[in-house]
């Protein structure tokens, strides 16, 4: 797993060191990144039992649902092309039910069926930076014309059937925050109510640090430097999508791995999105659907997946966010401006 660098940047994790005893911090390697685990308040022994289990969780969802090594899930998108019926493997069938949900509350711009689209632009593989040449026309209006979507699998009880031969599932918008999740159900099972989980820069908070809340700092997509800072309620979960991530250049022009579903083309509204949800799940493909979103979307999208909170960097630099968000992040720099559009 090379690819960690890129998102130890984007978000930084600021807490102050005085519970220090107390705060018991690891790093694992997965789902290409560095996943940061702070307890607060666990002795060093259940602490050590608690991440023994987190590696291992970690360990069975990259062999779930990694997009391009061999895995279940590639092992589901072979069946789903043949579009012959099949029993689906129940650890994907609740990624699939809820990711066709966000599809729909996303108007289709969270679509995790365009695997052959993110895997055309390059993207299926460890270091996209070094790629040298972007796909045709052609080959991505073939791709835009058969329209592969949520849609288009059949779901009756466990039994399921692919009605597109371009279907190609890929989660890499959402298993993360879905993961997280995970790691937060297996913290609290152990009785652990004080934790933040950070997979590069996407983070879960539960409880609280001694009797501060968990305070999280926000990069900022195109200065390389801090944007601003919040602190996490008990038990939410802050997720940012951003162009600044895994992308490549070509004849000066940058491309990176946020695809809008409509054009076949990466994202070009904004530099990045960050949201707050109770769920990872959620708010991981709130913040990707967001960043495909046209400004005139982002109200609309984020309500209907019930967001309350949206921050939005645009193309030009600007900051966007509602009301709630306004209120609680904390710029560094107090001469930027903040505009703020309101009560989601
Ligand atoms: P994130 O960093 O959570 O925004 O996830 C980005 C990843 O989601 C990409 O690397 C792709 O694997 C996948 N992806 C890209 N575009 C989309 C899209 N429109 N809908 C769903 N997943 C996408
Ligand atoms: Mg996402």
């Not at 690819?3 to 600021?14: G, K, P, T």
């Not at 650890?91 to 699939?96: C, K, R, V």
């Not at 711009?109 to 796909?135: C, R, T, V």
């Not at 630099?317 to 107090?334: K, M, P």
Request: with cysteine; proline share 4%; glycine share 8%.
């Amino acid at each position: 797993m090379k690819r960690l660098i890129y998102s130890i940047f984007s978000i930084l994790l600021l807490f102050g060191c005085s519970d220090s005893k107390q705060v018991y911090t690891r790093q694992v390697l997965s789902f290409g990144t560095q996943i940061d685990v702070t307890l607060f308040g666990v002795k060093p022994s259940k602490a050590d039992e608690a991440i023994q289990e987190i590696e291992t969780q970690l360990d069975v969802m990259h062999s779930q649902w990694h997009a391009w090594q061999k895995s279940t899930l590639t092992d589901l998108n072979d069946k789903l092309r043949k579009g012959e019926p099949f029993e689906v493997n129940p650890t994907l069938l609740p990624l699939i039910l809820q990711s066709q949900q966000l599809y729909t509350q996303s108007n289709g711009l969270f679509n995790p069926a365009i695997g052959k689209l993110i895997e055309l632009w390059g993207f299926y593989k460890d270091n996209p930076e070094d790629n040298q040449s972007i796909p045709s026309k052609e080959d991505i209006d073939s791709l835009l014309k058969s329209n592969p979507n949520m849609m288009d699998i059949r779901i009756s009880g466990t039994e399921l059937t692919g009605f597109n031969q371009d279907l190609q599932i890929d989660f890499g918008g959402y298993a993360k925050g879905f993961g997280v999740d995970r790691l937060v159900e297996l913290l609290k099972a152990q009785g652990i109510n004080n934790a933040l989980i950070n997979a590069g820069g996407d983070i879960r908070g539960i409880g609280f640090v001694g009797d501060r809340p968990w305070r999280i700092a926000i990069q900022h997509p195109i200065k390389d430097k801090t944007l601003g800072w919040i602190e996490l309620e008990d038990d939410e979960s802050i997720f940012t999508s951003g162009d600044y991530r895994r992308k490549y250049s070509v004849d000066g022009k940058q491309y990176h791995h946020i695809i809008d579903p409509r054009t076949g083309y990466p994202s070009e509204h904004a530099h990045s999105v960050t949201v707050i949800h109770p769920s990872g799940a959620i708010a991981d493909a709130a913040a990707t659907a967001l960043m495909v979103a046209k400004p005139s979307e982002w109200f609309d999208i984020a309500r209907r997946i019930g967001l309350n909170h949206l921050l939005v960097v645009d193309k030009d630099g600007q900051l966007y966010s509602d009301q709630l968000f306004a209120e609680r992040i904390v710029l560094i720099d107090h001469s930027q401006i903040i505009n703020n559009l309101g009560s989601l």
